[in-house]
């Protein structure tokens, strides 16, 4: 008869600030911090705030669609989000619940599809926004 094997006890993060916290969040601190790094620093919901200010302005389009992604951004950061360059930003942003009717109804008028699209399926778009879009044609042949 085989001897009871013991489980391992579960990895738990010691106590203390989590890897987001414990990097320096000036991005030039971390000149090779990798696109994958950024991009998962933008969407952790525990990253710091002084984190997720840097990375609302990082040179990559990927970063910041990661970080309008997040739940845990900030309301201001989505406002800056939602008139970022990259409508797949500005989609991310459409689509975050935690949006502000504001930046929500800042969108209103997009000229991507995807954005509009976003807007229209996310539960806190305000009704004025929502009645702006279904006067829209929003698919061909519609």
Not at 62 to 73: I, P
Not at 124 to 133: A, G, M, Q
């Amino acid at each position: 008869m085989r001897p009871e094997r013991k489980k391992p006890a579960p990895f738990v993060y010691p106590p203390g600030p989590g890897p987001a916290q414990s990097l320096s969040p000036q991005p030039e601190a971390h000149p090779g911090l990798a696109l994958e790094v950024r991009s998962a620093l933008a969407a952790d919901p525990h990253t710091s705030t002084e984190w997720l200010e840097n990375l609302a302005r990082d040179p990559d389009w990927r970063v910041r669609s990661a970080l309008a992604d997040n739940s845990a951004s900030l309301p201001e950061l989505l406002e800056q989000l939602a008139a970022d360059e990259r409508s797949d930003v500005r989609a991310a942003v459409a689509a975050n619940c935690a949006t502000s009717p504001e930046a929500l109804a800042s969108l209103a008028n997009d000229q991507s599809l995807r954005v509009k699209e976003a807007l229209a399926a996310n539960p806190n778009t305000p009704l004025p926004v929502l009645e702006t879009l279904a006067g829209l044609r929003l698919f061909a042949g519609a």
